[in-house]
């Protein structure tokens, strides 16, 4: 019997020790950062983040007085459908203009708008190189809207930045090979909010104030492909499940936006309605900024084409009856959809990424090893026993 118990208690402990090698015990602090690097990164000084905060709200404030001055000396031109270019920054030559307007008038018809009540105005940011600036930069990578509001109720503003490949290819220094694809896409994908405001008007003030809770993160894109393509989207951007950092991305979003990730009908209607009862306060004028990395705070993956999906799905007229309604969203958008939002998103969802398996596992190895160790130790066991049996 004693050496039956040693085997025993050798399983066991074996057991214990792969469990806690391979699995970390509740309650354990997530880390903040990379192990390796942080310390290579001291933390700022008080007077560090005071000038820090001081030059980013200097930096909203101007492009903020930027967006107003655009809005005010945009020129129309009537022959053209299109949405008004502004470029900013360095100077183009003339066909490079002509072929930036005649890629907008031929996405603005792929959109299925004409004549619209909302106009649209797309202000492009060029790399410009030269001269030093005094002060803080101004913010020049970061696409922001200036929707309609009580001193201008029929134009909206996106500010689009060209980053040094974009700025590149719009001087002709770069090749124009997918150039009348990718050009498109690219303009396209800078419309944002105006899109929907030029196709759909005004929405009712339930509908915006649930948008700007949310900072309009389900109605970014109006169209029938992805942000960069037919099948890329802002899932695209968690990776491969095979590896640990998709989970940490993962784990990263909201509670309700993993549970829908998971295939939970109640988790994706939380997603949806995230911001619908919050009755947010609704600025003027009321400026939308995406930042660096925007589809990380994403209460709904791929949210950017939420609304665009809906609209396709139910058609123009049910879509526009919820866009001016005015009852509360989850009323107005479970009558467009004719069924509970949650049901559809679920299925919506699985369009784009399959259900993830939510709740602790042990790693496929570590599971194999301890089910060989178990096996071990139970042969051994039944092997000494055989031999101390009374014949």
């Avoid at 303009?187 to 339930?206: D, E, I, K």
């Avoid at 799905?313 to 989850?330: A, E, K």
């Avoid at 178990?374 to 055989?386: F, K, M, Q, T």
């Amino acid at each position: 019997m004693a050496r039956i118990k040693i085997w025993i208690t050798g399983a066991i402990g074996g057991c214990a020790l792969i469990a806690l090698a391979y699995l970390p015990p509740r309650g354990a602090a997530p880390s903040n950062g990379p192990r390796f690097f942080a310390s290579q990164f001291p933390a700022p000084t008080a007077a560090r983040r005071r000038a820090q905060a001081l030059a980013e709200e200097w930096r909203e404030t101007d492009a903020s007085l930027h967006l107003l001055e655009d809005r005010q000396h945009v020129t129309w031109d009537s022959t053209k459908l299109g949405p008004a270019i502004i470029f900013r920054g360095a100077t183009l030559p003339p066909g490079a203009i002509r072929t930036v307007e005649a890629a907008a008038d031929t996405l603005w018809r792929g959109l299925g708008l004409g004549e619209t009540k909302v106009r649209a105005a797309l202000v492009i940011a060029l790399q410009s190189s030269g001269g030093t600036v005094e002060g803080p930069m101004p913010a020049q990578n970061r696409v922001a809207y200036l929707a309609p509001d009580s001193t201008d109720r029929t134009t909206c503003i996106a500010f689009l930045p060209a980053n040094n490949f974009w700025t590149s290819v719009l001087r002709m220094h770069a090749p124009w090979h997918m150039e009348p694809q990718w050009l498109g896409r690219w303009l396209q994908s800078g419309l944002g909010p105006c899109a929907f405001y030029a196709a759909y008007g005004t929405p009712s003030r339930s509908v915006r104030s649930w948008l700007a809770a949310r900072n309009w993160d389900v109605a970014l894109y109006l169209g029938t492909h992805g942000i960069a393509g037919e099948r890329f989207s802002s899932v695209n951007f968690l990776g491969d499940p095979r590896y640990s950092w998709y989970w940490d991305g993962v784990y990263r979003f909201p509670p309700a936006t993993v549970a829908c990730l998971a295939g939970r009908p109640d988790g994706c209607r939380s997603a949806v309605l995230e911001g619908a009862d919050d009755g947010a306060r609704i600025a003027v004028p009321e400026i939308v900024r995406l930042e660096q990395g925007w589809w990380r705070k994403q209460r709904l993956l791929p949210g950017e084409r939420f609304l665009a999906d809906v609209a396709r799905d139910v058609g123009r007229d049910r879509f526009q009856t919820f866009w001016t309604s005015p009852l509360p969203v989850d009323t107005a958008l479970a009558a467009a959809l004719r069924q509970p939002v949650g049901e559809w998103t679920e299925r919506w969802e699985r369009r784009f990424i399959q259900p993830i398996r939510l709740g602790a596992a042990a790693p496929l190895g570590a599971t194999l090893l301890a089910l060989l160790f178990a096996a071990v130790a139970v042969s051994a066991v039944a092997l000494v026993a055989s031999r101390r049996q009374v014949r």
